[in-house]
Structures are given as C-alpha cells and as structure tokens.
C-alpha cells in the first residue's frame, strides 16, 4: 500500500478513536440523540477529518441506519445504544462502533465485543473470511445469543464504506481468502432476537446513485450539491440546505439519482448490541486503525 494512503487511514483511525472516546460517556439518560450525533460530527472536522457517513445512533431493536432528523427531539432512556461512526481522510476511511448499554443487559454488549476480539485475532494473510465468521457466532452464542446473520462487516475502498470483501457474522461454507494490503470494518451484532434484520419504514441516510436528467431546479441544485460534497459516502438529511428540501430529495429519488439507507430493525421488543472496528491486513497479522494508537 502507498504510505500516503496508508498514512490517511491512519489519520482517519485515530481520528475516529478519540471521538468514540469524546462522544460515549456523553450518552446518558436524558440527553439529546441530535446533540450527540452534531457534537461527534463536528469533533472530527475539529481533528482534520470529514464524517465518511452520518453518526448513527440506533436504539434497543434498531442495528442500523438510525441519525437524527434535522429537529429531532429524542432523549435517550434506558436504551441500548449503538454509536457507530465514521470518518474520511482525503476519501480513505475508518468505520468504528461501541454499544452504549442503559438497558441493563452488559451481557449482549460483552457478546459482540468478545466476537469482535475473536474474529480480529485471526486476521492476516491467508486467512478465509469464513473463519472470521465462524469465530463471531462462536462467540455470541457462547453467551445464549445469535448473531444478527444478515449483517456484515465489508471492505472500505476510497469513498466506498461498504466494498468487498463482506465479513460475515455466521460460519459459512465459502469465503474470500485475505491478503495484505485489505482494509475492511469489522462489526458482529448479538441479539435475543431471531437474527434477522429487516427494513424498517424510517431514512434519515441517503446516498448519490449516479447522475439522472432532473427537471425541477430544486432538485438539480440538491443532486450538484450531494454529488460533489459527498460524492459516493452516505449523507443525512439534517446536512442539506437550501429550499423545499423534502421535496428536492423525493424527486432525486424517484429519479435514482439517489438511494435510501434505511433503518434496520429486528422484531419488535428485542435488543442488538454492536461492536466494530477497522483494520488493514499486513504481511505477518493485521492494523487495527480505530484503537488508541498504543493499543492498534
């Protein structure tokens, strides 16, 4: 890899590890879910980085997808929290999540994290990522719980944040062989659910498709706008300016100049903790960028 880009990866790790650190205790009963996720944005452009996606905060039965609306006024109760966040450097990414527990349940969040540790700690050339997998549901049902199965970690490629190679979180008969030089999130969900996620009727996160003929002016400054700020990495609502905004993004999408991410939830009253980190496979092991440096 060219230690330029690897230098940005670096960076877009470090950056990423201080923020989780700045923004988690900030998660607490009573607080602002808009708060936090604006606090933790702005922190990474305090340090020289640019958020690769919109700070998710998903709640309890949500995995995935969750970032607060332009006037959101959600606090957090006893949830369980999932701060997942990303950060650019120059397009090079790094993708890191903790669970924030105030549900009562540190058994989920130790789940996850165990599973995370377990697949990390097989990471270096050569290795299958089907035996990434195998040793995440190890993990997670070791504790009595599943492991959300169609949900996986994946590659990060420049302004991709979700490239090949896909990490699963279940044991599977194939995979793909890993070699130095990947770089890619690795991030098991546990649940008491049935491990299956689904799309729930909420987006707040949208991405750019590709260019579409747009009559409406509205919606040809709004497509000029997301494609050069943001160019292939995801964007919130909340970050868009400009008139009928709402309408702007409805016409993009009826077009395919844009697609949603929706919220991805399991079924109702269950729980999902989720841990993630970013790491780059090395010629002997592997890198993981969004750990304190005396720690990757």
Same mark, same amino acid.
């Given at each position: ?28 009963? *009573? ?116 492991? %959300?199965?169609?949900?996986? *970690? ?55 498709? *590709? ?14 706008? %997301? ?17 009928? %905004? ?22 109702? *009253? ?27």
């Amino acid at each position: 890899m060219d230690s330029l880009i690897l230098e940005n990866y670096r960076k877009a790790g470090t950056i990423l590890a201080s923020v989780l650190a700045e923004m988690a205790p900030k998660i607490e009963v *009573g607080a602002s879910l808009l708060e936090v996720a604006e606090a933790a944005e702005e922190a990474i452009r305090a340090r020289g980085g640019e958020p690769a996606f919109p700070c998710n905060i998903s709640l309890d039965r949500a995995a995935a997808h969750y970032t607060p609306g332009p006037e959101d006024p959600s606090i957090f109760g006893e949830n369980m929290v999932k701060l997942d966040i990303g950060v650019h450097v120059d397009g090079y990414i790094a993708d890191a999540a903790v669970t924030v527990d105030l549900s009562g349940h540190p058994e989920m969040v130790e789940a996850s994290r165990e599973a995370l540790d377990a697949a990390i700690e097989l990471v270096r050339p050569g290795t299958n990522t089907s035996d990434l997998g195998a040793a995440i549901e190890r993990a997670i049902t070791g504790y009595g719980f599943r492991p %959300v199965y169609n949900l996986t *970690g994946h590659g990060l490629e420049r302004y991709q944040a979700h490239a090949e190679p896909s990490i699963p979180n279940r044991a599977m008969e194939k995979g793909v062989v890993l070699k130095a030089g990947d770089v890619f999130a690795i991030e098991p969900f546990a649940t008491n659910g049935q491990g299956r996620i689904s799309e729930a009727p909420i987006t707040e996160i949208f991405g750019f498709s *590709g260019r579409r003929p747009v009559r409406n002016p509205a919606a040809r400054a709004l497509l000029k706008e %997301v494609s050069e700020l943001y160019k292939t990495l995801p964007f919130a609502r909340r970050w868009l300016k400009g008139e009928r %905004v709402d309408f702007a993004l409805n016409q993009l999408l009826r077009s395919g100049a844009i697609h949603r991410y929706p919220v991805l939830w399991e079924g109702e *009253g269950m729980l999902v903790s989720q841990a993630e980190h970013t790491v780059i496979v090395t010629e002997d092991g592997c890198e993981v960028t969004t750990r304190p440096r005396d720690q990757a």
